[in-house]
């Protein structure tokens, strides 16, 4: 297998130890053959999951006392846990659920409250069917198949069920992996070896073993006994396995005493040693080893999966069953013998044939034992986490939405019931502002977030205060036009204001990018020691020229205007020197602004012009009718470049400018809108190189913001309605209306989560995420009457 890099855990969900069941075993021989196997990659320096854990379902109020690999119980009766395990899993880092599949282990109607869990669930999930019904009712039937639709990928353990998913419930074959039921792997050894321990040394013994229920037809084999003792009287039958915790609960020990009465009454009582009791792997390993035969008479073909049969294989037992469907493959060419339905007869017959051919029965437990070996759980372990890995890939490559009707479903909906006729400010949110403020202490706005919670590791940036200090700006503007003044946002703007103020490097003209916590600013890292100076950017001394444009034009205070006016000029000359279109793009943005209120101010008149040139240049230069692009990859913030170069063409009357500007916005929209309609920015995991293929995730909320005010600028150049509705559509992605139908928008907090995953949205609620919603709000209100509401 390629090497991978590392991802979240595999979760493994199922009753488990403690509890009694089939399923529980299982689980806990998968979970632990995982972690052993994800151990053994981490040991070689390959990618994998970062741990096992399990989700346990619980089938009494109490629960168990389980061990650490269970992280998160479920009370199966309860549909309300099952949407706080989503919760839980939700919130944890990714990786993948592997659900063991039985109707009888999940609560409500045929086992439906998982779908629950399903349909809220981010990660990719897989399923393990250990029941796959040839003639399911109604209400099963359509259990499985949106089972199946829910999870990434399903897993059988015969060809049987992989047939019976294709051709009765509508599974497409790609979606389906064959995996074979695990073993343990124990050496083929006499069964001389372990008899006495168990009192039968010396006798030919017969084994079944399992969890005691009517429907593993130990009548029939009872009744084949007194035949097999009348020619091999050394005969022991071992009958190894609690009665079935459901039986028992409602019946006690009444099917375990009619099988003993009817043993007695057929004289054999003697030849038959009553085990008991649920054991544990390495004691049943060595009942195993004490076998001659092993029989399972279950008594009709619906068996998918057997467990007990797949251990009896994998212990090198000769074995005979009745041909249940997963009896038919494991013991086809000469691995077993196949008896008829509840007939004791030939079961006998089968029986005595075995034991009175030694090489013949010998040769069977060889064919057993050889076949096995690709079943062992290393080797299965193995092959689950191969399909974890594809799921999580090809989860990546196609990210689908929640199938649930959740918050995101439903503000995805609303939002287009909205768009169709026309947003209007009264069908916003509030501009709120309290994230905003939490992210924001004495010396400025905090970079990170964990969760909603300010994160001080990640220090302070320039360009988040600076897009900080336009946003309360903007707010202020529409709070006053409602006649109210918010002193606590001149605050806001001091402190932003001070932050770009302190982040200027007089001797070198340009801003300095970042500070940490403890007040050092960021260097170069050049790898030459004598660079010592301050770690610069073209984007980031942009956004601030942008910052402090909009001070100029916006700001009520004399003081803030002077100071950003003044620092507005130190740095201009900067931008003159940059080589990128995107610095060009973010200093024509901020020029613009301040030529709002000094329109007549000709050193930054000069400036617009060359850098305007510049960019124009670019996209003649570089573009085509197919690629009308001035770079040959589309990345970051993309809208801002038409966005500037519009700017421009409008206000130096310069159609050339403005014709560019559109037909490249327009192709930006095409390349940024999925098959559905729905705004879907480019991810930055690859981006989109030209003739390359689009990246989808992750997907950055600054994508958004760029869009909606590239959208609204070319509708106020050309009055077309089409850019306006795109505005509203790029808005509605914080809400909901995105490729995964998940709000990034927080209306509790007001932050804004930090991007949009293939699993899921990102929950930390980062300034630069929390900006771009609110400047992309805020933009939207100022294109439309009346004076929206302020929260906060």
Known sequence: MAETSSSGPVTVLGSYPPRRCGIATFSRDLAEALATRVQ??????????????????????????????????????????????????????????????EYGIYGGDHGAHVLELLRRLRMPAVATLHTVLKDPSVR?????????????????????????????????????????????????????????????????????FGLLSPGKGLEAMIDALPAVVKKHPDVVYVVLGATHPGILAHSGEDYRSGLQSQARKLGVDKHVKWFNKFVETDELMEFLGSADLYVTPYLNEAQITSGTLAYALGAGKATISTPYWHAQELLADG?????????????????????????????????????????????????????????????????????????????????????????????????????????????????????????RRGGYRVDDNARALIAVLTAQDHIEASGRFDERLDELASTY??????????????????????????????????????????????????????????????????????????????????EHPHGWAYALIGVHAYLRRFGGDTHARQLREDLAHRLFGAFVTNGTPEWPWPNDELTYTAARLPHALLLSGRWMFHDGMIQQALASLDWLNGVQTGEDGRFAPIGTEGWYPRGGEKARFHQLPMEAAGAVEANLEAHRVTGDAKYLERAERCLQWFQGDNDLRQPLYDPITGGCCDRLLPGGVDPNQGADATLSWLLSLLACLEAALPAPRVAG
């Open 40 to 101: 053994r990659e981490r040991e070689h320096r390959r990618g994998g999951p970062d741990r096992v854990q399990a989700i346990a379902m619980n089938d009494r109020p109490e629960g168990y006392r389980y061990g650490p690999r269970v992280a998160f119980e479920i009370n199966e009766k309860r549909l309300a846990e099952y949407r706080l395990a989503a919760d839980f899993l939700n919130m944890g880092p990714g990786g993948v659920l592997s659900v063991q599949h």
């Open 140 to 208: 099963q039937k359509e259990v499985l198949a949106e089972l199946a639709q829910l999870c990434d990928k399903v897993v059988v353990m015969a060809d049987r069920a992989y047939a019976f998913l294709t051709e009765i419930y509508n599974v497409p074959r790609e979606k389906i992996a064959l995996i074979p039921h695990g073993i343990h792997e124990v050496p083929f050894v006499d069964p001389a070896f372990y008899k006495d321990q168990f009192g039968v040394e010396g006798k030919r013994v017969i084994l079944t």
């Open 335 to 455: 691995r077993g013998e196949l008896v008829p339905f509840s007939d004791p007869a030939a079961l006998s017959n089968a029986i005595n044939k075995l034991f009175d051919h030694d090489t013949h029965r010998h040769a069977m437990r060889k064919a057993a034992y050889k076949h096995t070996r690709p079943m062992t759980w290393g080797r299965v372990a193995e092959q689950y986490l191969e399909v974890c890995r594809q799921v999580e890939s090809e989860r990546r490559a196609h990210p689908r939405p929640l199938a649930g009707a959740g918050g995101g479903t439903r503000a995805a909906r609303a939002a287009a019931e909205r768009l169709a006729g026309g947003v209007t400010r009264d069908e916003l949110p509030p501009v709120k502002l309290d994230h905003l403020r939490r992210l924001t202490d004495s010396a400025g706005m905090l970079v990170h977030a964990r969760h909603s919670v300010p994160d």
């Open 497 to 578: 204001l001070s932050f770009i103020d302190h982040s200027f490097d007089a001797t070198t003209g340009r801003f300095t990018e970042s500070l940490t916590y403890d007040r050092a600013w960021r260097l170069r890292d050049s790898g030459d020691p004598r660079d010592l100076g301050r770690a610069t950017s073209e984007d980031a001394h942009g956004k601030a020229i942008h910052a402090l444009g909009e001070c100029v034009a916006r700001s009520h205070q004399p003081g803030h205007r002077a100071l950003a006016a003044q620092l507005f000029h130190a740095a201009l000359g900067g931008c003159g020197r940059f």
